[in-house]
């Protein structure tokens, strides 16, 4: 049986949840965003990195109501500069808690055979800073080698600091296929999250940086949300050393 994770964290970590809510649509084929809201909501997170936020055909609307989110869920939709009417880019949105504050926004197309991308925080709890990346990785292999090699030089581009990636890595694998990113980066799996009925591949990941001292991650299975979408929510509660 999978893990599940309580809905209070200690005070002094940092909870992060990354999720594809495959555009709300459940394994009960119903199409419900306010029931995605509600399971986001019970995680009681800090930073909820979500794939699949955006309808794929232009203009890309949300699956989540913008207006509704912060009622919901009690987390604010971070705005990335893109100019369009997506809660994310390229499916990939960020809600974050009254505990952080945001000290810039980017967002990135990634190479690849599919259109992916990218979006990139700097947030600010307290007197840390620290950088996050929301991803959903491409489907072939060699696309996702040429899609991390890409996100490891938009970090390199910026400022040295805590960072963390998080997101639908789509690697089956546990021990290939990850190789760029485990170089620099402890990747946390907290046991298979898709399909959701019947979890087998751990899918969804959690990439931290040495600075995280204590990190621990699961996935959140349930009645709801096996329902809600095929993946888990991977849930972490991370402390910065």
């Known amino acids: 049986m999978t893990k599940t994770k309580d809905e209070t ?20 084929r119903k199409r419900d965003p306010e ?7 019970g995680m009681k997170a800090d930073l909820v990195l979500i794939q699949e936020a955006d309808f794929r055909l232009p203009p890309r ?6 207006a509704r989110i912060e009622a919901a869920t009690g987390l604010k939709p971070a705005v990335f500069p893109h100019g369009r009417e997506s809660l994310g880019w390229h499916g990939n949105a960020l ?15 990634l190479p690849g055979v599919e259109p992916r991308g990218c979006v990139e925080a700097v947030l600010v709890r307290g007197e840390a800073r620290l950088r996050v990346l929301g991803v959903h990785l491409g489907l072939l292999r060699a696309s996702r080698r040429t899609q991390l090699s890409a996100i490891l030089a938009i970090l390199e581009a910026g400022p ?44 969804d990941r959690i990439a931290v940086t040495k600075e995280f001292a ?28």
């Open 9 to 28: 964290h200690e005070t002094g970590t940092l909870r992060v949840v990354t999720w594809n809510i495959r555009k709300a649509m459940g394994t009960d």
């Open 35 to 41: 029931r995605v809201m509600q399971i986001i909501a």
């Open 61 to 66: 609307p949300p699956v989540l109501a913008p």
């Open 95 to 109: 809600l974050f808690g009254p505990r952080l504050t945001i000290d810039s926004l980017n967002h990135h197309d």
């Open 160 to 203: 040295e600091l805590p960072t963390l990636i998080a997101g639908d890595f789509n690697e089956r694998s546990l021990t290939v296929g990850l190789g760029r990113l485990s170089r620099r980066f402890r990747i946390l799996s907290g046991g298979p999250t898709w399909h959701s009925r019947h979890p087998v591949f751990a899918l």
């Open 214 to 241: 204590d990190a621990s991650a699961s996935a959140l299975r349930n009645a709801l949300t096996a329902q809600a979408s095929d993946h888990l929510p991977l849930v972490a509660d991370l402390t910065l050393g």
